[in-house]
């Protein structure tokens, strides 16, 4: 039996380079998504075999730099210099060399074996721009492979290369990272006296890269160096050794090595990357100005999030009406007429009711208006609008104490507030990911949109649920405002990736949008069911109208809705578009202009789109922020549900 040799490469680089491209190439679906120890930074592995090797591949959260500024980058570091994978591979955009050599730079520093991948070199091309990577390679001392990550070209030579590094065919003679001499004759100096003083630590990390850490005044580094013994003596020398930088510069010591890294990068970019073609403002940098513009882009944001919902109200009502006439006139008789061959009439009963019921439902109501949904959001986020739509929102989302990235998080929201929450990690503080979690789960999710379009959509009109959307968001910077006062400390400004516009993959949204739905179906359909039949097996009891009598003061008293809709709300726990699919089981037919009036149907919506998540959303909050904080943002929200439906029952009974 062949005896197959285990590898670690850890896949680097920054944000929106295509890295996670490259794992999923190189993975496939042999992937483990889980969180880092200690860490609520999700954590990508893979495992691949290749040339009589086992691959174990990890893609580090995507960073700008090792400094300590965020998780992802402490995390990143401590791997990278703790684990000490086999091989590093540094993924750099081909289009925008100099900011992503910054990077390399510090890889460099830390003394890691490493591979560069340098993508995207097809859509460097289109702007002109050819990088020599022969050169780029002599340049840095470590080999470069041409990547287009997308297409999976260059993926076989990229596994060929770093197998050849770690069996020696290939030598790396790593760039020795030199800064001006006044630095230099200094950073020795403190070197030595930490390979000196401070053994176990400059066994863990590089004696020289804890010295330049120390001159940025990195918190991180500064506290594990005060926390060895003969730390406060180290800590002492370095602190002096940076105010003399910062004499001679002028400037603040981090600014001086990162201006001296830059001017490193810069050099090495002109040296190696070469204009072919003058550039030309092409169709994604016109869209880049209009969409991104401090005045222009807010109508567009809306623009397209009212044809998004358009769009979605439109083709999933036309399928709603077509899946109605299939389920009722064809398939669910010509089933009851087969079952009634075989079956007592009382189990004919259950399974039509409960089974049956529950399945129409579910592709009826839930599916037509879910599928567009996802189609349309993977094709936002292939094309890198989304960053757009963070800059835009960035000054509004300081109200609430957030900054622009979680205005992602909450358009992921309307997908499914589970990955919206998870989402929230890219916050760079712990107060930031609380308050974003907080108002991401107020936000519609596709399950509380099939709510909101098969009752008001379709029943009261477009415009009516366009205006539920405008509310919500008025509750969530309303709500985001008070956290924002409540919770201690200010929002940290914005630096993200602004990704170029770019044609989406249809397989990438099939792909996408098919993972999202199985995810759904796999999910939602065994519940639906479940709940179908519980409910019919509670009212051939008799329990569910006990159940509904003792709600009454509230579902009646209070809201104005009818009896029945105090159960649907209640099994609405665990899927949101239960409500309505249970709803339909309840009162017999589709037609739910027959069980509630316009106000009710605004009053129903209303509660179900602002009480308490799924089940599954909470056990996202409680995964991300303990149960108490979970509990807690779970009670507001079903205080508030009820409060604004009473409070709607009442004064659009006036109208």
């Given amino acids: 039996m062949e005896t197959r040799r285990r590898i670690t490469v850890a896949l680097a680089g920054n944000a929106n380079v295509g890295k996670s491209v490259i794992f999923n190439q190189l993975t496939g679906l042999d992937q483990v998504i889980g969180n880092w120890p200690g860490k609520t930074v999700e954590r990508a592995e893979g495992t691949l075999h290749y040339h009589g090797y086992t691959v174990k591949i990890l893609d580090l959260p995507g960073i700008y730099s090792l400094s300590a500024f965020s998780i992802e980058e402490i995390v990143a570091r401590d791997y990278i210099a703790t684990e000490r994978p086999d091989v590093i591979v540094n993924i750099v955009d081909a289009s925008a060399l100099e900011r992503n050599l910054y990077f390399t730079i510090q890889l460099l520093e830390l003394g890691a074996p490493m591979v560069m991948a340098l993508n995207q070199v097809d859509f460097a091309a289109k702007k002109g721009i050819r990088v020599n990577s022969e050169e780029l390679s002599k340049a840095l001392g470590i080999p470069v492979v041409p990547t287009v990550a997308i297409t999976g070209t260059g ?46 630590l400059s066994a863990k990390y590089p004696a020289r890269w804890i010295a330049v850490k120390l001159l940025e005044r990195d918190e991180d580094m500064m506290k594990k160096v005060k926390d060895s013994a003969l730390g406060l003596e180290i ?8 105010e003399e930088i910062e004499r001679i510069h002028g400037e603040p010591s981090p600014v001086v090595i990162a201006s001296e890294r830059y001017g490193i990068a810069s050099g090495m970019a002109r040296d190696v990357a070469h204009i072919e073609t ?161 108002v991401t789960v107020l936000i519609p999710c596709a399950a509380r949109t099939v709510v909101i379009l098969g009752l008001v959509g379709r029943y009261i009109g477009i415009p009516a649920a366009l205006g539920l959307y405008a509310f919500d968001l008025f509750l969530v910077f309303a709500l985001g405002r008070v956290g924002f006062k409540a919770l201690p400390g200010e929002p940290v400004g914005l630096i993200m990736e602004m990704p170029p516009y770019k044609m989406p993959s249809m397989k990438t949204v099939a792909r996408k949008t098919w993972a999202r739905t199985r995810d759904f179906v796999y999910i939602a359909f065994p519940l639906i069911i479940a709940g179908s039949l519980v409910l ?59 069980v509630l009036s316009p106000v009710q149907m605004i009053v129903f919506s209303l509660v179900t789109m602002i009480y308490v998540p799924c089940i599954a959303t909470i056990a996202a909050l409680v995964r991300e922020f303990k149960w108490k904080k979970a509990l807690a943002i779970s009670i507001i929200d079903i205080l508030l549900a009820l409060l604004v439906g009473g409070v709607a029952f009442r004064l659009l009974s006036y109208f």
């Fill in 278 to 438: 003058p550039p030309k403002l092409r169709l994604e940098e016109k869209l880049d100005y209009i969409t991104a513009h401090k005045v222009l882009g807010y109508p567009i944001l809306a623009l397209v999030m009212a044809a998004m919902f358009a769009t979605i109200f439109i083709i999933g009502d036309s399928l709603v009406n077509a899946l109605e006439n299939l389920f009722e006139n064809m398939l669910i008789p010509a089933t009851l007429h087969l079952l009634s061959a075989a079956l007592p009439p009382a189990l004919v009963d259950l399974v039509s009711k409960g089974f049956l019921s529950g399945i129409a439902a579910g592709v009826t109501i839930a599916l037509p208006y879910i599928v567009p949904f996802y189609i349309i959001l993977s094709i936002l986020e292939d094309t890198g609008y989304l960053p757009r739509v963070a800059f835009l929102l960035d000054n509004p989302m300081h109200k609430i104490g957030l900054h622009g990235k979680a205005s992602i998080c909450l358009l992921l929201g309307y997908g499914c507030n589970v990955p919206a929450c998870i989402g929230c990690r890219i916050m760079e503080t712990q107060r930031e990911r609380l308050l974003g979690g907080f």
């Fill in 155 to 200: 993926m076989d030579e990229l596994l060929s290369t770093i197998v050849k590094v770690l069996e020696g065919k290939i030598k790396l003679t790593p760039l020795k990272i030199r800064y001006g001499k006044e630095i230099e004759d200094r950073l020795e100096k403190l070197e030595l006296t930490i390979r000196e003083k401070l053994p176990d």
């Fill in 536 to 594: 019919e097996a509670l009212a051939v009891t008799g329990l569910l109208w006990s159940i509904a009598d003792l709600m009454n003061p509230l579902i009646v008293g209070w809201l104005g809705l009818p009896s029945i809709a105090g159960i649907p709300i209640l099994f609405g726990i665990l899927r949101k578009e239960l409500t309505l699919i249970l709803l339909a089981d309840l009162s017999g037919t589709l037609n739910f202009g027959q």
């Fill in 235 to 242: 800590s002492a020398l370095a602190s002096a050794i940076a």
